[in-house]
């Protein structure tokens, strides 16, 4: 597949590009990081700024010629209101008149739930929720929404769980696997995937879902 990681320079996107290049995937790294070096010939990078209009962007998709764009990208609470909401709402938007169907978020825990969240990151939280909604009620894509909770700078076990009763932490490697798992994962099409480490490895518990 011809696949487009925006927000490739992050943390979990970089790992997620490489992953996903590995896999035998043709990888659009789109980043504003034009220099970034991922470990991987078939990488691509684009600059892909989600601070443009929407229009330019779906130029840019159409002529990218994809099957399935990711949302990894974050502004680390220096942007929220034109990246981690605007931007993300206007890469949706972008996709589907683009004609590509396939779209994954990496969202946050409880990220629909204003009740479940505490006074830390809120604004983060309400250009989530924003995104995040408008994604399910205002696309016809085939999304998928990662609800992660905290992340953590360490090797993935390989092992996760879906729908924790309470937030767990993550590890950066297994959250990457778990994106790059569920690209071709239908029964993941429209649902929110609240997750975090686990004892189920991570092709098991996908199919499970």
Not at 34 to 56: P, W
């Amino acid at each position: 597949m011809r696949i487009l990681v925006s927000g490739a320079s992050g943390r979990v996107g970089h790992l997620l590009v490489d992953k996903l290049a590995a896999a035998g995937h043709e990888v659009i790294a789109g980043t504003r990081h034009l220099d970034d070096k991922f470990n991987s010939d078939k990488v691509e990078l684009a600059n892909i700024d989600l601070l443009v209009n929407e229009e330019q962007l779906v130029t840019q998709l159409t002529d990218l010629k994809l099957d399935a764009v990711y949302f990894v990208a974050g502004s680390r609470g220096k942007n929220v209101l034109q990246v981690d909401a605007f931007g993300a709402v206007k890469l949706e938007n972008a996709t589907e008149k683009a004609g590509i169907k396939r779209f994954i978020m990496l969202s946050a825990w409880q990220s629909t739930n204003p009740k479940g969240w505490g006074e830390e990151l809120r604004d983060y939280y309400i250009a989530r929720f924003f995104a995040d909604n408008w994604l399910m009620d205002h696309t016809t894509l085939n999304y998928t929404i990662l609800q992660p909770g905290a992340l953590l700078e360490e090797t993935g076990s390989g092992k996760v769980q879906f729908n924790p009763k309470s937030a767990t932490a993550n590890s950066i490697e297994n959250v990457a696997d778990v994106l790059a798992g569920i690209l071709n994962a239908e029964n993941t099409y429209g649902k929110l995937l609240p997750m975090g480490d686990g004892e189920t490895d991570i092709a098991t518990a996908i199919a499970k879902l």
